[in-house]
């Protein structure tokens, strides 16, 4: 099994800046993919960011030009750095990564969510 542990999340006012992390770790063979989704009260999750193994980044429209996603491959890891920060960003971000395990299977797997909240 793989899992994902996200941090960072908060509150903060609009305008402002959070910066969420995500770390795998488990049966790992190879990550390829890892995205931040997210989900706002009685709506459906949504893709917000996808990088790729090789660095090649993909945006929602409504966070281009304000969100970056990075990842560290020796750690692991996958960064949302989250800037200019508005009241319909507030929701649950997870984070989530397919990946190859030590058996040559393929899956996917999701962390447990962190809330990010944004004031007027």
């Known amino acids: 099994q793989v899992q994902l542990v996200e941090s960072g999340g908060g509150s903060v006012q609009a305008g402002g800046s959070l910066r969420l992390s995500c770390a795998a770790s488990?049966?790992?063979?190879?990550?390829?993919?890892m995205d931040w989704y997210h989900q706002a009260p009685g709506k459906e999750r949504e893709l917000v960011a996808t990088?790729?193994?090789?660095?090649?980044?993909n945006y929602a429209d409504s966070v281009k030009g304000r969100f970056t996603i990075s990842r560290d491959n020796p750690k692991n890891t996958v960064y949302l750095q989250m800037n200019t920060l508005k009241p319909e960003d507030t929701a649950v971000y997870y984070c989530?990564?397919?990946?190859?395990?030590?058996?040559?299977?393929?899956?996917?797997?999701w962390g447990q969510g962190t809330q990010v909240t944004v004031s007027s």
């Open positions: 989530h990564a397919r990946y190859t395990d030590h058996s040559g299977r393929y899956g996917g797997s």
């Open positions: 990088i790729t193994a090789g660095g090649s980044t």
């Open positions: 488990g049966n790992i063979f190879r990550l390829s993919a």
